[in-house]
């Protein structure tokens, strides 16, 4: 079982408000990812990190912002959510060790609904 | 840019049938092949990879998979489809060598495997 924690797993929350997804691992991976996904729809990539004080924009264009100050934690933060901003919400993490043999590995994803 | 394509949206099989679930690829370099699977309401799971080496990689679950290169391919398969085989499955890359590569996703297959 891959040790990479995602909470809240079901958000509902009001137009506007402010909303941190959290996601934690502990198995010391340098690269850490989020991925935005609609039910049954494809990923897509809209932030990751290669480390500590590293945050790059994904494939796909988000409002929310990440921050990486410690390897374990990669919190994605919506300063107003809206409607739009509806989906599963999947963080992942892989290990980088100089050889291309680090799959990745996913929490159980946030579900968030803005209302 | 490299990129994966899944290009049926959904395969529906008999259980105790053999399976295959497509993937190509177009990458610059080598390519490193994953698929992962997504059941119900949790997060995604990795089931193999390709690195390098054998064209008939083993993974998760009785499922394997073979690299085409001159195909440019890496379907999923397995022999005899069970009902719980039923998910979404994912092909993947990881879109270079160094530290900066990050994994893209297929847009994904729902298989369906009926009693």
């Known amino acids: 079982e891959a040790d990479i924690y995602q909470t809240p797993r079901y958000l509902v929350i009001g137009t506007g408000k402010k909303i941190t997804l959290e996601c934690s691992q502990t198995?010391?991976?340098?690269?850490m990812y989020w991925y935005q996904q609609d039910p049954g729809m494809e990923l897509h990539l809209i932030h990751y990190?290669?480390?500590?004080?590293?945050?790059e924009k994904g494939d796909l264009s988000s409002e929310s912002t990440v921050s990486r100050i410690r390897t374990e934690h990669f919190p994605l933060t919506l300063e107003s959510a809206r409607p739009s901003h509806t989906s599963q919400y999947l963080c992942?993490?892989?290990?980088?060790?100089?050889?291309?043999?680090?799959?990745?590995?996913f929490g159980q994803g946030t579900r968030l609904t803005v209302v | 840019a490299q990129s994966v394509a899944q290009p049926e949206d959904q395969v529906n099989v008999a259980e105790g049938n053999p399976l295959t679930v497509k993937c190509t690829y177009s990458?610059?370099?080598?390519?490193?092949l994953f698929w992962y699977v997504q059941y119900p309401n949790r997060g995604l799971q990795f089931l193999l990879k390709?690195?390098?080496?054998?064209?008939l990689v083993k993974g998760s679950y009785g499922f394997e998979a073979e690299f085409n290169k001159s195909q440019t391919s890496f379907h999923l398969k397995k022999p005899s489809a069970l009902v719980s085989d039923s998910a979404l499955y994912f092909c993947?890359?990881?879109?270079?060598?160094?530290?900066?590569?990050?994994?893209?996703f297929g847009s994904g297959t729902r298989l369906s495997i009926r009693p």
């Open positions: 993947a890359v990881r879109d270079g060598y160094s530290s900066a590569s990050k994994i893209i």
């Open positions: 990190s290669y480390g500590v004080n590293s945050t």
């Open positions: 198995m010391g991976h340098d690269k």
């Open positions: 990458v610059s370099g080598n390519p490193y």
């Open positions: 390709y690195i390098t080496g054998d064209n």
């Open positions: 992942a993490s892989s290990e980088f060790v100089g050889a291309p043999l680090d799959e990745a590995f």
